[in-house]
């Protein structure tokens, strides 16, 4: 039997040293309402090892690169993105086979952001791009990113959408962080504005991952449907509500379950679904019951967990064919 890794983890994220010193500067502590975990490439690739992973696409996390109360923001916002991605970079170079990387950009600076992403697709040759759920709480369908959001169709780029602190949180009294709950919120409401907005049917090539089975995305599909109708915004999905919710890729990370798994099944092809961690923010044994509530679900056949594991990956990479 091929006992060779094939677990392709689109969903897997690193905490550089750098970017920790830069966060300690500016007093950001947190990301998502936890602390950041120690990240190290040794323990990393260990873990990968154990649990069956022979690529991971690694990311920044929340909060990103841009912090709107903190002097020179945008500056900083520039010149950290540039490094995180430079990071990256090295780390690919120094793993071979082993690490792609979604590059981060300084937004909500678009301008900012396009160089970025000339710079890290053309020059660092990156995998594809992250974007956070709202910047400045403007979500990720607003027509100020449309300028972006062009520049990515003609791109064909593929874009990991990961959630952030909402807006208006600090005024919340419920005592829970965003990574319990809101985080699922958050990817449901960007999803949404862009389907909404129009954005999905005006950029068609872009190849959009929703982080964490897309939230609530499935759930209320049909209750977004239906208020869309009564407030004469279906102008924007001329196919159909459905039929650009089908467009989304979707991960597992923490979302491995069968409460979400049987709303996913139900509104996507499992070939829209692909597998990510969450690591390291998801413990060592968080990533293993991932990868077990993807291979014991009872919907999903053996052809099923293979696409969802690796397959789905290499078709939106097909680049890294030869690592497997």
Not at 190 to 209: C, H, M, N
Not at 238 to 243: A, F, L, Q, S
Not at 270 to 281: C, K, P, Q
């Amino acid at each position: 039997m091929d006992n060779k890794p094939k677990i392709i983890d689109l969903h897997h994220h690193v905490i550089p040293r750098e970017y920790l010193e830069s966060l300690t500067k500016v007093g950001v502590k947190e990301s998502l309402g936890t602390s950041f975990p120690e990240w190290d490439v040794r323990t990393t690739l260990d873990r990968m090892d154990r649990n069956g992973i022979a690529t991971a696409f690694v990311s920044i996390s929340a909060p990103g690169v841009y912090f709107k109360e903190i002097k020179n923001s945008r500056a900083l916002s520039i010149d950290l993105a540039r490094e995180m991605n430079e990071v990256c970079a090295n780390l690919i170079r120094d793993n071979p086979g082993r690490f792609g990387a979604f590059a981060i950009l300084p937004l909500p600076d678009v301008d900012a952001a396009l160089a970025e992403l000339r710079h890290a697709l053309d020059v660092l040759e990156l995998d594809g791009v992250i974007l956070l759920s709202n910047y400045d709480g403007y979500y990720l369908g607003d027509p100020r990113f449309d300028k972006l959001l062009s520049e990515l169709n003609r791109r064909k780029a593929v874009v990991f959408i990961h959630p952030t602190t909402p807006p208006g949180f600090e005024a919340s009294h419920l005592g829970f962080p965003e990574m319990m709950m809101d985080a699922c919120f958050e990817t449901t409401r960007t999803a949404y504005s862009l389907v909404l907005r129009g954005q999905v049917e005006k950029y068609p090539d872009v190849r959009f991952i929703l982080a964490h089975a897309g939230g609530t995305v499935p759930y209320i599909a049909a209750r977004v449907d239906l208020v869309s109708a009564f407030m004469q915004l279906t102008e924007a999905i001329p196919n159909g509500m459905e039929y650009y919710l089908k467009k989304f890729y979707y991960d597992t990370a923490l979302s491995a379950a069968p409460y979400a798994f049987s709303s996913l099944q139900n509104l996507v092809e499992t070939s829209h679904i692909v597998f990510g961690s969450d690591y390291i923010f998801s413990t060592a044994f968080s990533l293993g019951l991932t990868i077990d509530g993807v291979e014991s679900y009872s919907g999903f056949n053996a052809r099923d967990v293979a696409a969802i594991e690796y397959e789905n990956a290499l078709t939106l990479f097909p680049q890294r064919r030869d690592s497997q």
